[in-house]
């Protein structure tokens, strides 16, 4: 596609039930990013996906937070049991690739627009 | 642990005069800096990038300057319009814990333009 995708835009869910949210990357990025953004606040990393690599999990906050990568594209972020501090707007990014060897590429991020998530 | 950070958390500008947005990072080992623009409903969007291995670049009204000496970063926006007015966050890349490459983002400062 154009850009970064996410969906849904906006989820009202009620607490302890599961949400899913959805990341369509840019087509041909190998590089999938999933960040946080609490009201006012920065970026908090929670996931990255690299290829076929095992996807760097050392940002999730609690082990209710997961995601994974079909097909090295559209990536799934499932919440379970979601809590009032959940809420939160959830942003995701790709890049073309972010490797060792090329770590002298610019490895710009292109954010989609976020789902803002709100747990009562 | 690596750490980027602001100096000044808001920003108020008259239209027409130049902007100075200020970044502090900690990791002497990161090797590229982004500032990204966000405006309001919308995701980061990239402005502007610079190696390590450079002092200045230039964009379009956009300058971004890189000492590190003391690990500071700012952005130069000139002639400051309306349409500036957002959210800037600084971000440099380093090595995460977990051995991938990662931007770590600052909290972000409000531009905000007076017309």
């Known amino acids: 596609g154009a850009g970064v995708s996410q969906s849904p835009s906006n989820k009202v869910t009620e607490k302890g039930k599961d949400v899913e949210l959805r990341c369509d990357p840019i087509s041909g990025h190998t590089a999938l990013y999933w960040y946080r953004q609490s009201l006012g606040q920065g970026l908090e990393f929670l996931i990255y996906?690299?290829?076929?690599?095992?996807?760097?999990k050392s940002g999730l906050p609690s082990d209710r937070f997961s995601a994974e990568r079909t097909g090295g594209s559209v990536s799934t972020l499932t919440i379970q049991r979601t809590q009032q501090e959940d809420s939160a707007v959830y942003l995701c990014?790709?890049?073309?690739?972010?490797?060792?060897?090329?770590?002298?590429?610019?490895?710009?991020?292109?954010f989609g627009a976020g789902t803002r998530l709100s747990v009562l | 642990g690596e750490s980027v950070g602001l100096h000044l958390p808001t920003l108020s500008v008259q239209e027409g005069d130049n902007s100075i947005i200020n970044c502090a990072y900690s990791?002497?080992?990161?090797?590229?800096f982004i500032w990204y623009k966000q405006e309001s409903g919308k995701g980061p969007q990239f402005i502007i990038d610079?190696?390590?291995?450079?002092d200045k670049r230039q964009g379009q009204r956009v300058t971004v300057l890189l000492n590190k000496t003391v690990k500071h970063l700012s952005l130069q926006i000139a002639a400051t319009q309306p349409g500036d007015s957002a959210v800037y966050f600084c971000?440099?890349?380093?090595?995460?814990?977990?051995?991938?490459?990662?931007?770590?983002f600052g909290k972000g400062t409000k531009l905000s333009v007076i017309p």
């Open positions: 971000a440099d890349q380093g090595e995460s814990g977990a051995g991938s490459y990662q931007l770590t």
């Open positions: 990014a790709s890049s073309p690739g972010d490797d060792r060897v090329w770590r002298l590429a610019k490895n710009i991020q292109y």
């Open positions: 610079i190696r390590s291995n450079m």
């Open positions: 996906f690299q290829g076929n690599s095992a996807p760097d």
């Open positions: 990791n002497s080992a990161s090797d590229y």
